[in-house]
């Protein structure tokens, strides 16, 4: 850790070591921003004032639409859309398995493409239709893959597999299903753990070849 | 062609009751309930590896916005438990008990704040100041402080020496190194104090009940005051077999914040914090005569523990058993470093031991130039060589027959390295996985309710394997009444005593109590329709004619006598077919084939998945999975999942998961026996030999990787 200290050198006022928030946003206004910080923001770093008031200004508003229904939340800058989704918006169904990007089990479709929510923070969404594993079905009636999930046994202790089936719908939209060996190269991103890989492909080969739009 | 078959074989049977439920994102898993008022909290680790902490600056984290507390040995509330247990007794790190730091990345001290963001900043602005001591964690040198943790981690019978006298003989050293278990779901809890003398968890942990008893335990109130709930765990593999210091410090957070709070841990903690496989040193001596029967076995292993906690698996158990061999000595071995606490890993003992013995009786097997399946056959134990007592069921001959036929044995070269195909070099091995067949006690409730829904509850958990699909299975049999009729209500203390679900006891152990509750429901019926009763009772009939609202029995189930008549054991056997590229050593599996001789399968489609699953955490032992220490600093250096490789989609090929489905009925009423060991057991040194018979190299520390091929 010593190590790590000589190396980083931080900024006198940048680094959040420094003394917190106050003088980050007291630093950052004075160089930068004067003209986009309110006035009271300003005054609160430089008066010592209460972090509550200042951190007031810290989060910022994020409009999407999650399931197709508008969503309106101010959140903090560092909140991952995984965090928004599962500690805000009760939508537990995403996983946190990794928090890194390495395993996929947070996957959603932004716009219809598939992220990792957890390597997405949430105000890089903003204005944007977020797909998750509850905006699947169409009520009772689940979505093609999800049906070949569970006739395929795809999975065990299921909790990578929401991650798996939004990558899975993904991976036929991209017109990377051709194959097994693709749906293997194009899945590789989705770890499971307990092993139902073959089950998995075997799923997302029926719902393609069923030729069902996804 | 094959996908065709596959695809047929994947469907097979019906699906899972809880299947919907995760295919949906309605599951939900321990962190996954949202209650008034949470507070979340984060964990410091020790940036040391042993020592002592002499300060810890909590004030910038204290100072943060949203922060509740910051916990540490200096200002952590008192554990009952911690301070009536006898300080000289080993035991799990008691957290924040004192200021000794006894592995790297132990938990110091806990922030609680009232968003994850929050208390995971404060946390890093958490900064202590230690003594550091001289640290040990290097298993190669400190073996020669390996120690027996108890008696019967040593055994011999007959002349251990007898190998040296064999015509033919092998005599190598095994190496597995450390792996971790990575459950796809975090270990988390949300801890909440309902009264100064009562706690609820939603915890992930695979036995509500030990879960309970243990909190109890170690906040002094009663065992009925704790509440623990775990509807869904998210993988375990051993993993959440005890409680861990996490789960103690989210309930301490609770405590001292008066808020609910969850503590979900990262995935650099499940490396250190939840325990791991520990590496193991292995040394096997075979000895066998021309005509390949064994004449002796001696078979030594050494693992890593804690320095705090004993804790040894059985690796060399496997040569008291697996053969006939009238002279064995076995021992097992731990070292004590200062490193995290090894725990149960799937398939504990048999899938450390089986890597040295099934790769030592391949090695022999060329040695003597005798097929390795002949070679085995040769020395099939037809009794239990350990105690004499007969199998309460064993049809290993079958298993080796029907895995031969899948993956076409027949097609194997004896010679190595001696096929190729497109420029790949092209190997076969095999190996076989034992594991206990054991059966607990279990006490359950199966209640037909006035709409003719039958409801069974007990407290056992489910990490994955489809516990409810084959409880139900079974009852709609036993009460001959369609499945969609039954619930099997699961995963909460407040339900009959169950076991942990560990060591591949649960289809026996719950499934022989549903079996005798709904026995005993169906005579109730029976006995209500009189006159002998009829075939297929309508039960909310009968229930109706009788002005009755429900119909409940109670089953207590147990082993019996059998444990004294017989050895029981699941088995398995591995067949794999390998690609070796001889210019990158890069292997790729062509095919597998795994043989399940586990009684009669109840639920055909969970049980394949089952196997499959067991089979690529197997693959995962083989060819990838390795946890390092930097011994410089005592830390893992590689605790998340680009640098711990787990295999993934484009590693595996299909597998084939068959099944030689003879019931047991020696070891329980529905003679069925567990797979969720065996389908790992073994598949080490499946691949490892099917690599040796592709390119001629032996691999004896795993795991293989292309840099030892070429």
Same mark, same amino acid.
């Given at each position: 850790?010593?190590?790590?200290?000589s190396?980083l050198?931080?900024?006198?006022?940048?680094?959040?070591?420094?003394?917190?928030?106050?003088?980050?946003?007291?630093?950052?206004?004075?160089?930068?921003?004067?003209?986009?910080?309110?006035?009271?923001?300003?005054?609160?770093?430089?008066?010592h004032?209460?972090?509550?008031?200042?951190e007031?200004?810290?989060?910022?508003?994020?409009?999407?639409?999650?399931?197709?229904?508008?969503?309106?939340?101010q959140?903090?800058?560092?909140?991952?859309?995984?965090?928004i989704?599962?500690?805000?918006?009760?939508?537990?169904?995403?996983?946190?398995?990794?928090?890194?990007?390495?395993?996929?089990?947070?996957?959603?479709h932004?716009?219809?493409?598939?992220?990792?929510?957890?390597?997405t923070?949430?105000?890089?969404?903003?204005?944007?239709?977020?797909?998750t594993?509850?905006g699947?079905?169409k009520?009772?009636?689940?979505?093609?893959?999800?049906?070949a999930?569970l006739?395929?046994?795809?999975?065990?202790?299921?909790?990578?597999?929401?991650?798996?089936?939004?990558?899975?719908?993904?991976?036929?939209r991209?017109?990377?299903?051709?194959?097994?060996m693709?749906i293997?190269?194009?899945?590789?991103?989705?770890?499971?753990?307990?092993?139902?890989?073959?089950?998995?492909?075997?799923?997302?080969?029926?719902?393609?070849?069923?030729?069902?739009?996804? | 062609?094959?996908?065709? =078959? $596959?695809?047929? #074989?994947?469907? @097979?049977g %019906?699906?899972?009751?809880?299947?919907?439920?995760? *295919?949906? &994102?309605?599951? +939900?898993?321990?962190a996954?309930y949202?209650?008034?008022?949470?507070a979340?909290?984060?964990?410091?680790g020790?940036?040391?590896?042993k020592?002592?902490?002499t300060?810890?600056?909590?004030?910038?984290?204290?100072?943060?916005?949203?922060?509740?507390?910051v =916990? $540490?040995?200096? #200002?952590?509330? @008192?554990? %009952?438990?911690y301070?009536?247990?006898?300080?000289? *007794?080993? &035991?799990?790190? +008691?957290?924040?008990?004192?200021?000794?730091?006894?592995?790297?990345?132990?938990?110091?001290?806990?922030?609680?704040?009232?968003?994850?963001?929050?208390?995971?900043?404060?946390?890093?602005?958490?900064?202590?100041?230690?003594?550091?001591?001289?640290?040990?964690t290097?298993?190669?040198?400190?073996?020669?402080?390996?120690?027996?943790?108890?008696?019967?981690?040593?055994?011999?019978?007959g002349?251990?020496?007898?190998?040296?006298?064999?015509?033919?003989?092998?005599?190598?050293e095994?190496?597995?190194p450390?792996?971790?278990?990575?459950?796809m779901?975090?270990?988390a809890?949300?801890?909440?104090?309902?009264?100064?003398?009562?706690?609820?968890?939603?915890?992930?942990?695979?036995?509500?009940?030990?879960?309970?008893?243990?909190?109890?335990?170690?906040?002094?109130?009663?065992?009925?005051n704790?509440q623990v709930?775990?509807?869904?765990?998210?993988?375990?593999?051993?993993?959440?077999?005890?409680?861990?210091?996490?789960?103690?410090?989210?309930?301490?957070?609770a405590?001292?914040?008066?808020?609910?709070?969850?503590?979900?841990?990262?995935?650099a903690?499940?490396?250190t914090?939840?325990?791991y496989?520990?590496?193991?040193?292995?040394?096997?001596?075979i000895?066998?005569?021309?005509?390949?029967?064994?004449?002796?076995?001696?078979?030594?292993a050494?693992?890593?523990?804690?320095?705090?906690?004993d804790?040894?698996?059985?690796?060399?158990?496997?040569?008291?058993?697996?053969?006939?061999?009238?002279?064995?000595?076995?021992?097992?071995?731990?070292?004590?470093?200062?490193?995290?606490?090894?725990?149960?890993?799937?398939?504990?003992?048999?899938?450390t031991?089986?890597?040295?013995?099934?790769?030592?009786?391949?090695?022999?097997?060329y040695?003597?130039?005798?097929?390795?399946?002949?070679?085995?056959?040769?020395?099939?134990?037809?009794?239990?060589?350990?105690?004499?007592?007969?199998?309460?069921?064993?049809?290993?001959?079958?298993?080796?027959?029907?895995?031969?036929?899948?993956?076409?044995?027949?097609?194997?070269?004896?010679?190595?390295?001696?096929?190729?195909?497109?420029?790949?070099?092209?190997?076969?091995?095999?190996?076989?996985g034992?594991?206990?067949?054991?059966?607990?006690?279990?006490?359950?409730?199966?209640?037909?309710?006035?709409?003719?829904?039958?409801?069974l509850?007990?407290?056992?958990?489910?990490?994955?394997?489809?516990?409810?699909?084959?409880?139900?299975?079974?009852?709609?049999e036993?009460m001959?009444?369609?499945?969609?009729?039954?619930?099997?209500?699961?995963?909460?203390?407040?339900?009959?005593?169950?076991?942990?679900?560990?060591g591949?006891?649960?289809?026996?152990?719950?499934?022989?109590?549903?079996?005798?509750?709904?026995?005993?429901?169906?005579?109730?019926?029976q006995?209500?329709?009189?006159?002998?009763?009829?075939?297929?009772?309508?039960y909310?009939?009968?229930?109706?004619?009788?002005?009755?609202?429900?119909?409940?029995?109670?089953?207590?189930?147990?082993?019996?006598?059998?444990?004294?008549?017989?050895?029981?054991?699941?088995w398995?056997?591995?067949?794999?077919?390998?690609?070796?590229?001889?210019?990158?050593?890069?292997?790729?599996?062509?095919k597998?084939?795994?043989?399940?001789?586990?009684?009669?399968?109840?639920?055909?489609?969970?049980?394949?998945?089952?196997?499959?699953?067991?089979?690529i955490?197997?693959?995962?032992?083989?060819?990838?999975e390795?946890?390092?220490?930097?011994?410089?600093?005592?830390?893992?250096?590689?605790?998340?999942?680009?640098?711990?490789?787990?295999?993934?989609?484009?590693?595996?090929?299909?597998?084939?998961?068959?099944?030689?489905?003879?019931?047991?009925?020696?070891i329980?009423?529905?003679?069925?026996?567990?797979?969720?060991?065996?389908?790992?057991?073994?598949?080490?040194?499946?691949?490892?030999?099917?690599?040796?018979?592709?390119?001629?190299?032996?691999?004896?520390?795993?795991?293989?990787?292309?840099?030892?091929?070429?």
């Amino acid at each position: 850790m010593e190590d790590d200290k000589s190396l980083l050198k931080p900024q006198q006022g940048l680094h959040p070591e420094d003394n917190s928030r106050r003088n980050f946003l007291k630093q950052s206004t004075l160089l930068t921003a004067v003209a986009l910080t309110p006035v009271a923001a300003v005054k609160a770093a430089e008066s010592h004032m209460d972090e509550k008031i200042a951190e007031a200004f810290e989060k910022l508003p994020l409009k999407m639409e999650v399931n197709g229904v508008a969503k309106s939340l101010q959140v903090e800058p560092r909140a991952t859309l995984l965090d928004i989704l599962r500690e805000q918006l009760d939508l537990t169904g995403t996983k946190k398995g990794c928090d890194h990007g390495q395993c996929g089990a947070c996957t959603v479709h932004v716009d219809g493409h598939r992220v990792n929510s957890c390597l997405t923070l949430g105000i890089m969404v903003n204005g944007k239709k977020i797909t998750t594993i509850e905006g699947l079905a169409k009520g009772d009636d689940l979505h093609p893959m999800q049906e070949a999930f569970l006739k395929h046994d795809g999975f065990q202790c299921g909790y990578c597999t929401p991650g798996q089936i939004m990558s899975a719908v993904a991976c036929i939209r991209e017109g990377h299903a051709n194959s097994e060996m693709e749906i293997r190269e194009y899945m590789s991103g989705n770890i499971c753990r307990c092993g139902a890989y073959p089950n998995i492909v075997n799923a997302i080969q029926e719902v393609k070849e069923g030729g069902i739009a996804v | 062609m094959e996908d065709k =078959i $596959s695809n047929k #074989n994947s469907s @097979k049977g %019906p699906s899972r009751v809880d299947g919907r439920l995760k *295919v949906t &994102g309605a599951a +939900k898993y321990s962190a996954e309930y949202a209650l008034p008022g949470m507070a979340y909290g984060v964990l410091v680790g020790s940036t040391i590896t042993k020592g002592t902490i002499t300060s810890i600056d909590t004030k910038k984290a204290e100072t943060a916005p949203g922060v509740l507390a910051v =916990i $540490s040995h200096f #200002n952590c509330p @008192k554990v %009952p438990g911690y301070d009536s247990a006898d300080p000289a *007794v080993k &035991g799990p790190l +008691k957290i924040f008990h004192d200021n000794k730091i006894v592995y790297n990345g132990q938990p110091i001290a806990v922030v609680v704040a009232d968003s994850f963001e929050r208390a995971l900043f404060a946390a890093a602005l958490v900064k202590a100041e230690y003594n550091a001591e001289k640290h040990h964690t290097n298993l190669k040198d400190n073996l020669t402080k390996a120690v027996a943790p108890h008696d019967d981690a040593v055994y011999s019978r007959g002349m251990p020496e007898a190998w040296k006298t064999a015509a033919v003989t092998v005599e190598q050293e095994y190496i597995l190194p450390s792996e971790v278990h990575h459950p796809m779901e975090l270990h988390a809890i949300i801890a909440r104090w309902d009264a100064a003398d009562k706690i609820s968890v939603w915890d992930k942990t695979q036995g509500v009940k030990d879960t309970q008893s243990n909190i109890a335990k170690l906040f002094g109130i009663p065992v009925d005051n704790v509440q623990v709930h775990s509807k869904f765990v998210g993988g375990a593999f051993g993993s959440a077999l005890q409680v861990w210091p996490h789960e103690v410090a989210a309930i301490i957070g609770a405590k001292v914040v008066k808020r609910p709070v969850k503590l979900v841990l990262s995935r650099a903690d499940m490396a250190t914090s939840v325990g791991y496989r520990p590496h193991t040193w292995q040394k096997i001596a075979i000895g066998a005569s021309a005509d390949g029967k064994l004449v002796g076995v001696v078979h030594e292993a050494a693992g890593q523990t804690s320095t705090f906690e004993d804790f040894a698996e059985g690796p060399s158990d496997v040569s008291r058993q697996l053969y006939a061999c009238p002279n064995v000595s076995t021992s097992n071995k731990m070292v004590s470093l200062d490193i995290g606490s090894p725990t149960w890993m799937r398939g504990p003992g048999p899938a450390t031991g089986t890597f040295a013995l099934e790769s030592a009786m391949d090695e022999l097997s060329y040695k003597l130039n005798i097929d390795p399946i002949e070679l085995r056959l040769r020395n099939y134990a037809e009794t239990d060589p350990e105690s004499g007592k007969p199998f309460s069921g064993k049809n290993l001959k079958d298993a080796y027959r029907l895995g031969a036929d899948n993956i076409g044995w027949s097609d194997r070269s004896q010679t190595p390295g001696s096929v190729t195909k497109d420029g790949w070099l092209v190997g076969y091995g095999i190996s076989g996985g034992v594991f206990g067949a054991d059966r607990e006690p279990v006490t359950l409730t199966a209640t037909m309710m006035a709409d003719g829904k039958l409801v069974l509850q007990t407290a056992v958990s489910d990490i994955g394997p489809g516990t409810a699909t084959a409880m139900v299975a079974v009852a709609a049999e036993t009460m001959d009444m369609p499945a969609d009729k039954i619930r099997f209500d699961l995963g909460d203390s407040a339900f009959p005593a169950a076991p942990q679900q560990g060591g591949s006891t649960i289809t026996s152990s719950v499934g022989s109590a549903v079996y005798m509750a709904c026995r005993d429901l169906k005579e109730k019926f029976q006995q209500l329709i009189g006159n002998g009763g009829t075939d297929k009772p309508d039960y909310a009939k009968v229930l109706k004619q009788h002005n009755l609202q429900r119909l409940q029995v109670t089953a207590d189930s147990k082993a019996g006598k059998e444990v004294d008549t017989y050895a029981m054991y699941s088995w398995s056997v591995h067949f794999v077919k390998v690609l070796v590229n001889p210019a990158t050593g890069v292997v790729k599996l062509d095919k597998v084939t795994c043989v399940a001789d586990n009684g009669r399968i109840i639920s055909p489609k969970t049980a394949r998945s089952q196997i499959i699953g067991g089979a690529i955490m197997g693959i995962g032992m083989a060819l990838m999975e390795e946890a390092v220490i930097d011994d410089r600093y005592g830390r893992v250096i590689n605790s998340n999942f680009a640098d711990y490789h787990v295999p993934v989609n484009a590693d595996i090929p299909q597998i084939e998961a068959l099944f030689v489905n003879k019931p047991d009925y020696n070891i329980n009423p529905i003679g069925a026996k567990g797979m969720g060991e065996i389908s790992l057991i073994g598949m080490a040194a499946a691949v490892a030999n099917a690599v040796y018979n592709a390119t001629g190299k032996r691999v004896r520390d795993l795991p293989i990787t292309p840099d030892k091929l070429i």
